[in-house]
């Protein structure tokens, strides 16, 4: 791993912080069992919250290849401490599990992780009784779903891509209506005849059409994330900007890699741009984004995404269509 660059009291990152305000303490439980008849393992799930407030949105956060419910904290602490119920799942490819490539179980890990995500929405009553306290202040009609590499494809799903199948058709509409927006994190694009082999013969989710994804959606992607699944360069971390109707927003770190700086653990061994400003940055902007997605009325996002546009040393652009 690089050597830190960069430091989270920049003064973007000030700037950005007076925008989205300051935290608040957060009660963070886990694991919290939820109900998956038929998984190869139980579901089990992390529940992040504010200790004070109400009408709080929730935000499900699916983690990239191998994770758990005990990575990326530098985001969903964030996110808990400013506002939102995040609830953070463990996916069947979760290095705990050990199904690798060669198991029975590996092939529909893809379509279980969209099931995991609608588990928990089935299931916000149990999600609301695991933290003391919490009954009761959650707004149900503010749910936004986010996720990093893998975890993007499976947040997308939601949000209403579909999969390219083999003859060429659309796959099941996986959109879900209870989720109103997205944030996708370094999530991979159009598949084609640019991915590698590797990723043809294991991958078939990577092949998805943006055309049906309507909800509104935050596309997070660095300059410099080159990916070993595709031949294409860091521009196929922003297809679902390019070719989707919701995704409006389109964040570039500059500099970033496939980590973005560090968003699945400091300590994590592919963490190999750690850049705690880039971290910093991706928190308020991402929080300042779904909060008027999730609430027209609220200008945080405008006001965020100015500040970072006009700022004199640029960590990274939005772009808006």
Sequence with gaps: MSGSTGTADSKIVQELESIVGPGEPVVS????????????????????????????????????????????????????????????????????HGFGLDHPVFPTIWRQRHEDLRH????LDTVEDAVPGLAGRVDRDRIAVAGHSWGGQTAQMLLGARIVEEDG?????FADARVKAGVLLAATGIGGEELHPFAKENFPFMNP?????????????????????????PDWFTDAYRHSPGATDLLTLFG????????????AAETTDENPE??????????AYLRSALDPADGVWARARAALNTGADPIGRVDSK
């Design 29 to 96: 439980v886990s694991p919290v069992p939820l109900s998956a008849p038929g998984r190869a393992v139980p579901l089990e799930v992390r529940v992040s919250a504010p200790a004070t407030g109400s009408r709080l949105p929730v935000i499900l956060f699916s983690h990239g290849n191998g994770w758990s419910l005990d990575g990326y904290a530098p985001l969903t602490a964030y996110w808990a401490s400013r506002g939102f119920v995040v609830v953070q799942p463990t996916h069947l490819d979760s290095r705990r």
């Design 120 to 123: 928990i929405l089935d299931q």
């Design 169 to 173: 058709s659309l796959s099941t509409d």
């Design 209 to 233: 059409s943006f055309e049906q994804l309507a909800t509104p959606t935050l596309v997070v992607a660095g300059d410099r994330d080159q990916s070993r699944m595709s031949s294409r360069g």
């Design 256 to 267: 970033a890699e496939h980590s973005l700086g560090g968003i699945p653990n400091w300590e």
């Design 278 to 287: 880039r971290v910093a940055v991706l928190q308020r902007l991402s929080a």
